[in-house]
């Protein structure tokens, strides 16, 4: 147990590995989040919608709640449109990160291996999504 929860906890919500999802979302704009940076093939809205969907399927497949991925489902869909929309993609987010700190608390093998493999797919696209969030000019609150 590290302090905070365990490492697979910290490393699914950030602090561990990379920085907490929280301090990279804060703030976030349709505007800054529907902006195109040059050889990058999509923007931060559709990394973030990229994350919300894979999240979802990896935390009910870890839960029990569905045996199989989907194999229909569409893991690059178009991200949100309006802030609204937006707003509600980044509290689905925030509230599934906690779902799998939680269940990451005492988790089954199966579990463990599913939310371990979230945890570096989803350290991955956190890193992009600062890496964009800086090339906007933004700053984290440790580096102001």
Known sequence: MVAGGTLLQLSLGGGAAFREVAGLLR???LAEAQ???PGVPYA???LLAHLHATTRVSLDLSSGKIAAWPEELDIWPDGPDTQA???GLLGDLHLMLAEAQM???DPSSAARDLLTDLAVHNAYHWG???VLRRQQGHT???EA
Do not use: P, Y
Request: avoid cysteine.
């Open 35 to 37: 902006a195109e940076f």
């Open 44 to 46: 931060l809205a559709d």
């Open 103 to 105: 269940l990451a608390a």
């Open 27 to 29: 703030g976030l704009t």
């Open 140 to 142: 984290f609150a440790a």
């Open 85 to 87: 929309a937006l707003d």
């Open 128 to 130: 992009q999504v600062a």
